[in-house]
Each structure stands twice: as C-alpha cells, then as structure tokens.
C-alpha cells in the first residue's frame, strides 16, 4: 500500500518556522525526485521545492533563502524547513514522489497557517 504521510504543519506567527516531514513507503521503485507543492485558497497547486536522489535540490525563485528541502533516502524522507514564514504562505503543502516510470504520488496534504 502506497503511503505517503505528512507530519508537522500547524500555525504560526509571520516571522516564525515550521518543518514538514514526509515519509513514504509501499512504493516500489526509486524516485526521480521528491518535494513539496503547496495549494492557497482559490489557487492552483505549485511547486515549492524537490531533491534528487543525488541530493541536489531546486526551489521556486521566489522561495530561495526562507525554505530548505532535505531528504533520507535510507529512511524514505524528505523534509521540508520553512523559515521567516508570511501571510502569504498560508497553504496546504502536499508532499510529493515522481517515480522512475512516471508516476506522481501524493500526500494527503497538511495545513501551514501564517497569521499576521
């Protein structure tokens, strides 16, 4: 059974941090990568960061400098630390894992809230 489980979201302050934590099991094949999109209300899902199985990792632009994406491949983890978290942050941050055939898999989302 496919399992990817999110942890670690909730509420916050603008200015503080937050680290998600995703864990992924049941999937039988390597990655090409594994990351975090994000959904605000009323908005498309969009990219926010993924890492390779090298350990290489890419962000939206926007992003670069307040979020660090890391991952376990010996534990099936990736990670994500959002830092001097904003307003506009607020979102359901999805986790992500594309398989070497094509595949995406996602988690069942878990909220961030930012307040003022």
């Known amino acids: 059974q496919v399992q990817l489980v999110e942890s670690g979201g909730g509420s916050v302050q603008a200015g503080g941090s937050l680290k998600l934590s995703c864990r992924v099991s049941g999937i039988a094949e390597s990655d090409i990568s594994m990351g975090w999109y994000r959904q605000a209300p009323g908005k498309q899902r969009e990219f926010v960061a993924n890492t390779f199985p090298s350990g290489a990792s890419k962000y939206k632009d926007s992003l670069k400098g307040r979020f660090t994406v890391s991952r376990d491949n ?30 995406d898999y996602w988690g069942q989302g878990t909220q961030v809230t930012v307040s003022s």
Do not use: I
């Open 74 to 103: 010996a534990k099936n983890v990736v990670d994500l630390q959002m830092d001097n978290l904003q307003p506009e942050d607020t979102a359901v941050y999805f986790c992500n894992f594309f398989s070497q055939a094509g595949y």
